[in-house]
Nanobody, 115 residues
Framework: QVQLVESGGGLVQAGGSLRLSCAAS????????MGWYRQAPGKQREKVAA???????DYGDSVKGRFTISRDNAKNTVYLQMNSLKPEDTFVYYC?????????WGQGTQVTVSA
């Protein structure tokens, strides 16, 4: 079983920054993909960013150039540095870990950006 614990969400003014963290524990193998999605109530989850265990990254179009994903494999932790935040970045952010055919999710952390 895999557990994911997120931290770092909160309230920030437009133009500000936040850093999210997600620590994974359990039966984790070295080859996996970790990343973030975000979701508003009643809407589908939207891809934010992903990073492979080798360091390859991928971003959603709405966050390119503003958000940066990174990971520390020794700590099984993924980070999301969010800069130049906008009110439209207000969502619950969910961390995930994809291992072979299984995807595990964190509990979500709220990010609210005020105008």
């Amino acid at each position: 079983q895999v557990q994911l614990v997120e931290s770092g969400g909160g309230l920030v003014q437009a133009g500000g920054s936040l850093r999210l963290s997600c620590a994974a524990s359990g039966n984790i193998f070295s080859t996996n993909t970790m990343g973030w999605y975000r979701q508003a109530p009643g809407k589908q989850r939207e891809k934010v960013a992903a990073i492979s265990s080798g360091g390859s990254t991928d971003y959603g179009d709405s966050v390119k150039g503003r958000f940066t994903i990174s990971r520390d494999n020794a700590k099984n932790t993924v980070y999301l540095q969010m800069n130049s935040l906008k009110p439209e970045d207000t969502f619950v952010y969910y961390c995930y870990l994809r291992l072979y055919d299984n995807t595990y999710w964190g509990q979500g952390t709220q990010v609210t950006v005020s105008a």
